[in-house]
């Protein structure tokens, strides 16, 4: 009974916000679980719960899993707003509920700040996770893209499904001693790449035996084809990788399908091959 006065008060709230003006995607969640801290156990989620997280590239790869999954006839419920912490995640689950707390979509899709997931991930397990990158982002907040890993590191359930794009050493550091299935993308060497030699990166070392890791190619910052001198980290080779990048075109191959971008910039490559992954690792 408890349960369902939470779910009501949630949604009452929320409405109420709209009505006064606000985007009412986050007031009902911070109401919620003033009510009980515990709201979002008591909830029954979709076979499938998906997380993406990262410094940037998040919200552009939520709209793009969204759109997929929609035109495949999965019903999704999303933070559309981007509301990404805890009160935003809160709110946005109790208003796709029925009043006996069943999700009542296909999929939870969610984009999540770095920070909070741990907040999250306390109350529900993600079937599956995607990180698209971590690099310096909000310096006053974040400090250094150290703190970051260890923020998504010590956030990450044993038994998830990580998407990792194992172009960027931070993200592929999240491998070692995950208790799950990974999935690995990147970008193979094109034409935006960069051959010379960078300084000031700040994955520099592997994080096994402290070697200096030495690149084959960069794609910006930190993001390229790295190995350790010793062979204890190293890149590889992805399981979906993207080849013959053509942004002006609108066009790359992922594992020899030709794949449309929906913008023509360096990035955009990258979250639609860690979409394709995603998207892969669900079953379409």
Not at 63 to 74: A, F, Q, S, V
Request: aromatic share 10%; glycine share 6%; net charge positive.
């Amino acid at each position: 009974m408890w349960k369902m006065i939470v779910i009501l008060a949630c949604k009452f709230i929320n409405k109420a916000s709209k009505l006064l003006g606000h985007e009412g995607s986050v007031i009902g969640g911070h109401y919620a679980l003033k009510l009980d801290k515990n709201i979002l156990k008591k909830i029954k989620l979709p076979e499938f719960v998906v997380g993406i997280t990262g410094s940037s590239g998040k919200s552009s790869s939520t709209e793009l899993m969204y759109n997929i999954l929609t035109k495949n006839n999965y019903t999704v419920c999303y933070n559309k707003e981007g509301s990404n912490t805890i009160n935003g995640i809160t709110s946005m689950i109790l208003n796709n509920c029925n009043f006996f707390g069943k999700v009542k979509k296909d999929i939870l899709l969610m984009e999540l700040d770095e920070q909070f997931m741990k907040y999250i991930f306390k109350h529900i397990t993600p079937t599956h996770l995607m990180i698209t990158n971590i690099t310096r982002d909000q310096p006053p907040r974040n400090s250094h893209p150290e703190k970051i890993y260890n923020a998504i590191k010590g956030a990450i359930p044993e038994g998830t499904t990580l998407i990792l794009n194992v172009d960027d050493p931070f993200v592929n550091r999240l491998r070692i001693n995950h208790k799950g299935i990974k999935v690995s993308y990147g970008v193979s060497q094109n034409d935006y790449s960069i051959a010379s030699k960078l300084h000031n990166l700040d994955a520099c070392y592997c994080p096994i035996c402290n070697s200096k890791l030495e690149y084959e190619f960069y794609h910006y910052g930190h993001i390229g084809s790295y190995q350790c001198p010793k062979y204890h980290f190293y890149r590889g080779t992805p399981q979906y990788e993207a080849k013959n990048v053509d942004v002006v075109n609108r066009s790359i191959t992922i594992n020899d399908k030709e794949v449309k971008l929906p913008s023509n910039f360096l990035y955009t490559v990258y979250f639609v091959t860690g979409c394709y992954a995603l998207c892969k690792s669900l079953g379409l």
